[in-house]
């Protein structure tokens, strides 16, 4: 089982450039999202879905575009990278239901701005 | 406003002690709260869960963690350190955001060192 795959791992970008994260899951999760992780800040929610062709905006979304257009799939953009944007960006998914929402993440892909 | 507070920001240990690690909260209603771990280079994995009942709750790699309602706390414990232990530990509660959907918030993390 791989659970949750991200790609890359690691990129360098100039600023101004435009990537694309990829989130994969295989555990048929409705739910899937997107979190920064910066020191002492801890994890930030940049956006989410609630199942295929829904996205959400979250606490930071502000120069970044999702979209999720296969259930299993969730992919995050930069149109214009800044150097604001050097973190390390987690998915995770969920399968909503009664009780709690446990959340299952990614290794993480590092993404630095120059 | 809903928050989550982690007021260490590292929590040192001798191998065979017992570890606390401190986590508040301020959330509207009754909160689900949660333990996260992250070792290096990883993501985040789930430790435990406080939905109701007993507050007291077990979890992985003999973690358990205990809920206060009238302290508004939920501290990470574990009778006999490891150095396997050392690693991120995040505190989280389960909010509802603006849009209705329910969602986590993380405390900023504290870094538990657990020495030989």
């Known amino acids: 089982n791989a659970g949750v795959t991200q790609t890359p791992k690691f990129r360098v970008l100039k600023t101004g450039q435009s990537m694309t994260l990829l989130c994969a899951q295989d555990?048929?999760?409705?739910?899937m999202y997107w979190y920064r992780q910066d020191p002492g800040m801890g994890l930030r929610l940049i956006h989410y879905?609630?199942?295929?062709?829904?996205?959400a905006k979250g606490e930071v979304p502000d120069g970044y575009n999702v979209s999720r257009l296969k259930k299993q799939n969730f992919l995050l953009g930069l149109e214009s990278a800044a150097p604001s944007q050097t973190s390390v960006y987690f998915c995770?998914?969920?399968?909503?239901?009664?009780?709690?929402?446990?959340?299952?993440f990614g290794a993480g892909s590092r993404l630095t701005v120059l | 406003a809903q928050s989550v507070a982690q007021p260490e920001d590292q929590v040192n240990v001798a191998e065979g002690n017992p570890l606390t690690v401190k986590c508040t909260y301020s959330?509207?209603?009754?909160?689900?709260l949660f333990w996260y771990v992250q070792y290096p280079n990883r993501g985040l994995q789930f430790l435990l869960k406080?939905?109701?009942?007993?507050?007291l709750v077990k979890g992985s790699y003999g973690f358990e963690a205990e809920f206060n309602k009238s302290q508004t706390s939920f501290h990470l414990k574990k009778p006999s350190a490891l150095v396997s232990d050392s690693a991120l530990y995040f505190c989280?509660?389960?909010?509802?955001?603006?849009?209705?959907?329910?969602?986590?918030?993380f405390g900023a993390g504290t870094r538990l060192a657990v020495h030989p």
């Open positions: 995770a998914s969920s399968r909503p239901g009664a009780g709690a929402n446990v959340l299952t």
């Open positions: 555990m048929n999760h409705e739910y």
């Open positions: 879905s609630v199942g295929e062709g829904t996205t």
């Open positions: 959330v509207s209603g009754n909160p689900y």
């Open positions: 406080y939905i109701t009942g007993d507050n």
């Open positions: 989280a509660v389960e909010g509802w955001f603006s849009g209705g959907y329910n969602k986590l918030i």
